[in-house]
């Protein structure tokens, strides 16, 4: 159990365009959601939590503007990055807690973003 | 502020003998840590966690140590096998996890 997805798993896209990624859990359902980027050869930063039917909380330093959060749902979230440009090429992670347990999140595959 | 400290950034073991990789932490209200394992281009994946009234956890393979006096926890893998070369997060839960900076584990054939 504890299963969580991520689509899609890589893209390439273009300067200033958006790119939206979802992340699921497919056996759970997740109160809370959170997203990470990860740099090469570093640990994750977290980016934001969401809980369901509420807005994001964003760590500082994350442009809420820019990374556009929404968990519309106890088994959806996803991430926007608006107007990407090539700093913004990294892999980003989600990962979800549910109810049953409080403290353990279970992480997505992750997605690798690269700009061009 | 490093809250969570996993100051060794690599470990190399050979096949069948234990990992023991450490992390620190700062915080004393800390009640809750896990362990994570990680390999590139993936999530990381949970492994084990021990709450603070505990000061042993034990699952197959893995057991993790909480000192609270010292702050200090370890995950000791036995025997270490090939597909344990990874690297392993520890992590201390409040709102959020909060992680170590990973230790890369190598388990030599």
């Known amino acids: 159990g504890a299963v969580v997805s991520q689509h899609p798993s890589w893209v390439i896209c273009k300067s200033g365009t958006s790119v939206k990624i979802e992340c699921r859990s497919l056996?759970?359902?997740?109160?809370?959601m959170f997203w990470y980027r990860q740099f090469p050869k570093q640990s994750l930063m977290l980016m934001a939590t969401?809980?369901?039917?509420?807005?994001?909380?964003?760590e500082q330093g994350v442009e809420k503007d820019k990374f556009l959060i929404n968990h519309a749902s106890l088994t959806l979230s996803t991430l926007t990055v608006t107007s990407a440009h090539p700093e913004d090429s990294s892999f980003y992670i989600c990962?979800?807690?549910?109810?049953?347990?409080?403290?353990?999140?279970?992480f997505g595959p992750g997605t690798r973003l690269t700009v061009t | 502020d490093q809250q969570v400290k996993q100051n060794s950034p690599s470990l190399s073991v050979q096949e069948g003998r234990i990992s023991i990789l450490n992390c620190d932490y700062t915080?004393?209200?800390?009640?809750?840590f896990l362990w994570y394992k990680k390999y590139p281009a993936e999530g990381p994946t949970f492994l084990i966690s021990?709450?603070?009234?505990?000061d042993k956890n034990e699952d197959g393979r893995f057991t993790v140590f909480l000192n609270k006096s010292a702050k200090h926890l370890s995950l000791h893998i036995v025997p270490s096998q090939p597909g344990d070369s990874a690297v392993y997060f520890c992590?201390?839960?409040?709102?959020?996890?909060?992680f170590g900076q990973g230790t890369t584990l190598q388990v030599k054939p």
């Open positions: 990962s979800a807690r549910g109810t049953s347990f409080i403290h353990e999140q279970y």
């Open positions: 056996d759970f359902q997740a109160t809370t």
């Open positions: 969401s809980n369901e039917g509420s807005k994001a909380t964003y």
């Open positions: 915080n004393s209200m800390f009640d809750y």
């Open positions: 021990i709450s603070s009234i505990k």
């Open positions: 992590a201390a839960s409040e709102s959020k996890l909060i």
